[in-house]
């Protein structure tokens, strides 16, 4: 049996299901603003189990636990820019760029500037921050220069809290390095949210194996969680869409996630969601981490506009007409239109059934520089073992982990042989079994 946890803003829900699906127990209890508290006590009300659970899972979104981000020194490795495309501008973070990098398939630039990178982080050290993003150019291909910066650091701050964007973002600099910066912002967060999830759980009795949710609904585990936070920042809608497709038996579906603070359609095509493009993500910074695609329309709790919600409904439809359309959410009653499939299960439960079912999955993104098919072959058969790695250290189960997508694109504006590739790794959580 595994256990979801889903803490919302105005409840928190617990399902304990077996791994075919069976829903052993479920609870929902009011909402506080600790949340272990939340933990707590929705796992009371859970009441005894058959069993202990093999493993716990919780979904909670940033904007749910108020947080303040740390102070980050930014570290760009890569030749010269203009201002306006400095790094983190107008952030007001601590930031420096330093000669080194890559080209973006690969070839050096500069041979790294340990010397620059050791006084940055004693300017650093000197203002208090002990939080880095590390994001050389060509990192994707080439992550040496990040490893060597990153070594550089820990010799002058052997505590210094290290995040690296060749293990976070995409291909493209920017968004790359503004999604490792958010990664390292939100470090204390992800410490307390899991130090506060491992204390409550623990005083509950419950030793299994702790996992949280990502955006794009799979699970990690905590310590790789604590690592990377900025890839699990806002899970719960389309965790409820996932679960909510599980329940309705659908695989094409467009999702309404009618949520205490907003309505949501979330596209799912095969039981996955859309991938987003890129955007704003957490902190307000334009970034590109595989987030699925949604519509949005906010509202203030307990002031649902049904009109225009059931509008932005039927325009996702025409973009999926042949899709059957599911509802979940706490204020599903509120919109309950013709359709809609309920089954007699509480809606509110749908994120925490999935994330009591879902596994672990990591996506890897690398270019690779081929002359022909054989060549690209053995690179993607390199790049699979690396995404496999990836998933294990996620908290994956090491015999259950497989590559299920790879997708290879030429990069159009480079020769022939330049491949941007992405892979998704998945995996049983640690302590599950097969049905």
């Given at each position: 049996?595994?256990?979801?946890?889903?803490?919302?803003?105005?409840?928190?829900?617990?399902?304990?299901?077996?791994?075919?699906?069976?829903?052993?127990?479920?609870?929902?209890?009011?909402?506080?603003?600790?949340?272990?508290?939340?933990?707590?006590?929705?796992?009371?009300?859970?009441?005894?189990?058959?069993?202990?659970?093999?493993?716990?899972?919780?979904?909670?979104?940033?904007?749910?636990?108020?947080?303040?981000?740390?102070?980050?020194?930014?570290?760009?490795?890569?030749?010269?820019?203009?201002?306006?495309?400095?790094?983190?501008?107008?952030?007001?973070?601590?930031?420096?760029?330093?000669?080194?990098?890559?080209?973006?398939?690969?070839?050096?630039?500069?041979?790294?500037?340990?010397?620059?990178?050791?006084?940055?982080?004693?300017?650093?050290?000197?203002?208090?921050?002990?939080?880095?993003?590390?994001?050389?150019?060509?990192?994707?291909?080439?992550?040496?220069?990040?490893?060597?910066?990153?070594?550089?650091?820990?010799?002058?701050?052997?505590?210094?809290?290290?995040?690296?964007?060749?293990?976070?973002?995409?291909?493209?600099?920017?968004?790359?390095?503004?999604?490792?910066?958010?990664?390292?912002?939100?470090?204390a967060w992800a410490e307390s949210l899991v130090a506060t999830a491992f204390r409550a759980l623990t005083a509950?009795?419950?030793?299994?194996?702790?996992?949280?949710?990502?955006?794009?609904?799979?699970?990690?585990?905590?310590?790789?969680?604590?690592?990377?936070?900025?890839?699990?920042?806002?899970?719960?809608?389309?965790?409820?869409?996932?679960?909510?497709?599980?329940?309705?038996?659908?695989?094409?579906?467009?999702?309404?996630?009618?949520?205490?603070?907003?309505?949501?359609?979330?596209?799912?095509?095969?039981?996955?969601?859309?991938?987003?493009?890129?955007?704003?993500?957490?902190?307000?910074?334009?970034?590109?981490?595989?987030?699925?695609?949604?519509?949005?329309?906010?509202?203030?709790?307990?002031?649902?506009?049904?009109?225009?919600?059931?509008?932005?409904?039927?325009?996702?439809?025409?973009?999926?007409?042949?899709?059957?359309?599911?509802?979940?959410?706490?204020?599903?009653?509120?919109?309950?239109?013709?359709?809609?499939v309920i089954d007699g299960v509480d809606p509110r439960s749908d994120a925490a059934f999935f994330a009591a079912?879902?596994?672990?999955?990591?996506?890897?993104?690398?270019?690779?520089?081929?002359?022909?098919?054989?060549?690209?072959?053995?690179?993607?058969?390199?790049?699979?073992?690396?995404?496999?790695?990836?998933?294990?250290?996620?908290?994956?189960?090491?015999?259950?982990?497989?590559?299920?997508?790879?997708?290879?694109?030429?990069?159009?504006?480079?020769?022939?042989?330049?491949?941007?590739?992405?892979?998704?790794?998945?995996?049983?959580?640690?302590g599950r079994q097969e049905p």
């Open positions: 049996m595994r256990l979801g946890i889903d803490v919302g803003r105005a409840t928190t829900v617990a399902v304990v299901a077996r791994a075919d699906g069976d829903v052993v127990a479920r609870a929902t209890v009011d909402s506080v603003d600790d949340l272990g508290a939340c933990l707590a006590s929705v796992v009371a009300a859970l009441g005894p189990l058959p069993a202990a659970p093999r493993s716990v899972t919780v979904v909670t979104d940033l904007a749910r636990r108020p947080f303040t981000p740390s102070p980050v020194a930014v570290l760009r490795i890569a030749p010269p820019s203009h201002p306006a495309l400095a790094p983190a501008a107008g952030r007001g973070w601590l930031t420096c760029r330093v000669a080194g990098g890559a080209s973006v398939t690969g070839t050096p630039l500069a041979a790294l500037d340990a010397g620059a990178v050791a006084a940055f982080a004693r300017r650093a050290a000197g203002a208090g921050v002990d939080a880095f993003a590390i994001c050389a150019a060509g990192a994707p291909a080439r992550p040496g220069p990040e490893r060597a910066a990153a070594a550089a650091i820990a010799e002058v701050l052997p505590r210094a809290s290290l995040s690296l964007s060749h293990e976070i973002g995409s291909a493209g600099l920017r968004e790359r390095e503004n999604a490792t910066a958010a990664n390292a912002a939100l470090g509950c009795g419950i030793a299994a194996p702790l996992y949280f949710t990502r955006d794009d609904g799979g699970v990690v585990s905590a310590e790789y969680f604590r690592r990377h936070p900025v890839i699990g920042t806002a899970p719960a809608a389309c965790s409820a869409a996932r679960g909510a497709a599980l329940r309705a038996g659908v695989r094409r579906a467009v999702v309404v996630d009618a949520a205490a603070d907003a309505v949501r359609c979330v596209p799912l095509i095969d039981g996955e969601p859309e991938r987003a493009e890129p955007g704003p993500g957490p902190l307000g910074l334009r970034m590109d981490l595989g987030g699925p695609r949604m519509a949005l329309l906010s509202h203030e709790p307990g002031k649902i506009d049904p009109a225009a919600a059931l509008a932005m409904v039927e325009r996702e439809r025409e973009r999926l007409p042949d899709a059957d359309v599911v509802w979940t959410g706490g204020s599903v009653p509120t919109l309950h239109a013709s359709g809609a079912r879902a596994d672990c999955s990591v996506e890897f993104e690398q270019v690779v520089v081929a002359a022909g098919r054989a060549e690209l072959n053995a690179l993607l058969e390199t790049a699979s073992g690396h995404a496999l790695s990836r998933v294990v250290a996620a908290g994956a189960t090491p015999g259950s982990a497989r590559v299920d997508r790879i997708a290879h694109t030429p990069v159009s504006y480079l020769p022939a042989g330049v491949h941007r590739v992405r892979i998704r790794a998945t995996g049983l959580p640690s």
